[in-house]
C-alpha cells in the first residue's frame, strides 16, 4: 500500500486553535468544569484570594495550579518536576494552563500551602454525586489498606536503640568539636556540614525520646515500641511480608446508581490513622461518611478485622445495621457461650446439657449483666461436673474448675449480631462487600500510583490521601459526565 507524505516543517495557513486539540469527552475538561465551578467564598475556604495582588510580578492562576495537581493525581503524575515538564509538552496540561508554563517550585509552594485547606475539595465531590443522585447512599462498604511511609525501617528504633545511638551522636560530636577547635585560622563562619549534622540528628534523637513514653501503649509491652526518626508519626506495620513504618488509610465507598448507565463506586469518606488495626475505625468512619453525605446510611459492610463489641453496640443504639463476620464467633463450636442460655431469675447460664453456671465473683451491673460465671462448689467439686459430662474435652479441658464463662459487656449486642448475620438478608448484604470495595484499593495502588506516600507526618499524610480520593472521585464522576454528555456540570 502507499506510504502517506510526512514533513516535520509544514506550516498551518490557519493554525489549529488549543481548544481544538483536547476532546470534547476528555477527562481534563472535566477538571476544568469542576475547578471553574468555584466560586470567590469556596477559593477562600482554599486559603487563596482569586482576585490575586494588586503589587508584585504576575503569578500563575490559582485555577491553573488546582488543574493541574487535580488532573496530576488523576494520571499518576504526582512529582513537582514531573508536572513542570507535563506543562511543557502534554497537550492536557498544556489546555489546563492556558499554555503556560509553571515550575517546579511555583507548583511545589500551592501544594505546599493549600494542600491541608484542599481537603474541602472531596467534600464537594461527595456532595455534588449526593446532590444529583449519582451515588447510593442506601449501603456503604468500609476497608482499610496499610501504605509504607517516607521512611526507611533502618531508621526505626526502640528506647535502648535511641539511648545507644544517643552516645554515639554524642561522640561523635564531641571529636569534630575537637577537631574544629584544633585547628588553625580564623573561626568559621558557620558550622561544618558534618557538625551541623550530627547536631540535627542530635536534635531528632532527643525528640523521638521524649515522644516515645507519650506513644507507648501498655499493650506493646511483650515487643517494644519503635519510633522512626524520619517520619515519628509513622507506625510498624505489616504491609505484605514485610514490617515497615506506614499508615492505615481507610476509605467508605457506596455505589453508583445502576441507571447511570456507568457501574463503580465513589469514595464518601477517607481518614488515614497510625493504628495497624481496625477495629475502632467502624464509627469514626460512619461518622465521616454520615458528615460528608448528610444521610445516615441504613447499610454498613466490613470484614471481620473491623469487628469489636463497643463500636456494634454504639451503631446498634444508633439504629444502624452492620454486616459483618465474627473474627472471634462460634465457628461451628456448639458450646461456645452464645450456647448457654441465660436465666435471668436465678441469674444463672444453663449449658446444652442441663448444668448451671452460677456467679463466681462479684460483678458491676451496668446495662446488662457482667461477670465470671462457673459450676457451684469448690473447684474440685466443680471439675467433677465437667469430667463426667460426655462433652469434656470439647466444652472445656479445665478439669479442676470445669467450664467457666467469661460474660462481658457487650455479649449481649454480640449475640444478637451473630443471630443477625445467620439470616440470609445479612448475608446476601454482605456479599456486596468484595465487589464493592477491594476493587478501590487496585485501582489507587495500581493505577494512580498510591503505593507509598510522598510526605511525612500523620497530618500531611491524610491530606494525601484525601487528595487520591478527590482525585479517584473526579475519575469516577468524569465517567458519568462523559457517558451523560453532561457538558455543563454544576458542582455545589
Known amino acids: 500500500m502507499p506510504l502517506r507524505e510526512m514533513n516535520r516543517e509544514q506550516i498551518w495557513l490557519l493554525p489549529p486553535r488549543l481548544d481544538e486539540l483536547v476532546p470534547e469527552d476528555h477527562p481534563a475538561r472535566f477538571v476544568a468544569e469542576f475547578v471553574d465551578a468555584l466560586d470567590r467564598d469556596d477559593w477562600v475556604e482554599l486559603g487563596v484570594q482569586p482576585e490575586g495582588d494588586s503589587l508584585g510580578a504576575p503569578a500563575y492562576h490559582p485555577r491553573a495550579l488546582l488543574c493541574v495537581w487535580l488532573y496530576g493525581f488523576m494520571t499518576n503524575v504526582r512529582s513537582c518536576r514531573k508536572l513542570e515538564a507535563a506543562c511543557r509538552d502534554q497537550i492536557p496540561y498544556l489546555w489546563l494552563t492556558g499554555w503556560q508554563h509553571p ?15 484542599m481537603r474541602a475539595l472531596f467534600k464537594r465531590t461527595v456532595r455534588t454525586a449526593v446532590a444529583m443522585e449519582l451515588v447510593d447512599l442506601a449501603v456503604q462498604a468500609v476497608d482499610g ?18 539511648r545507644e545511638l544517643l552516645e554515639r551522636v554524642e561522640q561523635a560530636i564531641a571529636d569534630l568539636e575537637a577537631q574544629n577547635e584544633g585547628g588553625e585560622g580564623d573561626v568559621p563562619a558557620r558550622l561544618p556540614d558534618k557538625l551541623a549534622d550530627q547536631k540535627t540528628l542530635r536534635q531528632r534523637v532527643r525528640q523521638a525520646m521524649a515522644e516515645l513514653p507519650e506513644r507507648e501503649r501498655p499493650t506493646q509491652a511483650k515487643r517494644p515500641f519503635r519510633i522512626n526518626l524520619t517520619d515519628r508519626d509513622a507506625r510498624p506495620m505489616r504491609v505484605g511480608e514485610r514490617v515497615m513504618p506506614g499508615y492505615n488509610a481507610q476509605a467508605m465507598v457506596s455505589p453508583l446508581v445502576a441507571d447511570q448507565g456507568v457501574s463503580g463506586r465513589l469514595i464518601i469518606a477517607a481518614d488515614v490513622v497510625d493504628e495497624a488495626n481496625d477495629a475502632a475505625q467502624l464509627v469514626p468512619m460512619v461518622d465521616l461518611a454520615e458528615e460528608a453525605t448528610n444521610v445516615k446510611a441504613s447499610m454498613t459492610l466490613a470484614d471481620a478485622g473491623y469487628f469489636s ?5 454504639e451503631l446498634q443504639r444508633r439504629g444502624q445495621r452492620v454486616a459483618m463476620p465474627d473474627r472471634a464467633g462460634p465457628g ?6 452464645d450456647q448457654f442460655i441465660y436465666d435471668e431469675s436465678t441469674d444463672s ?11 463466681a465473683r462479684p460483678k458491676h451491673n451496668r446495662e446488662i449483666k457482667t461477670g465470671m460465671y462457673r ?12 469430667r463426667a459430662c460426655p462433652a469434656f474435652g470439647v466444652c472445656t479441658k479445665d478439669a479442676r474448675r470445669g467450664r467457666v464463662l467469661n460474660i462481658y459487656h457487650q455479649d449481649v449486642v454480640l449475640r444478637r449480631h451473630r443471630a443477625w448475620m445467620r439470616t440470609k438478608e445479612a448475608q446476601e448484604a454482605f456479599r456486596l462487600r468484595l465487589p464493592l470495595v477491594e476493587p478501590l484499593f487496585a485501582i489507587l495502588k495500581g493505577h494512580m500510583g498510591a ?11 491524610k491530606a494525601e490521601w484525601t487528595m487520591y480520593a478527590t482525585a479517584f472521585n473526579l ?3 468524569w465517567r458519568v459526565w462523559r457517558t451523560q454528555a453532561v457538558l455543563h456540570w454544576n458542582p455545589v
Not at 463489641?309 to 453496640?313: E, K, M, P
Not at 503505593?451 to 499524610?461: P, S
Open 103 to 117: 515550575d517546579h517550585n511555583t507548583l511545589w509552594r500551592f501544594y505546599h500551602v493549600h494542600r491541608q485547606s
Open 145 to 162: 489498606t496499610r501504605v509504607p511511609a517516607n521512611a526507611s525501617k533502618m531508621r526505626s528504633y526502640d528506647a535502648d536503640q535511641l
Open 309 to 313: 463489641g463497643r463500636q456494634l453496640a
Open 332 to 337: 461451628g463450636n456448639p458450646y461456645y457461650k
Open 349 to 359: 447460664y444453663v449449658c446444652p446439657h442441663g448444668q448451671r453456671l452460677y456467679p
Open 375 to 386: 459450676m457451684p462448689g469448690k473447684a474440685g467439686k466443680a471439675g467433677a461436673v465437667c
Open 451 to 461: 503505593q507509598r506516600f510522598a510526605l511525612r507526618g500523620l497530618d500531611n499524610v
Open 475 to 477: 475519575r469516577m464522576l
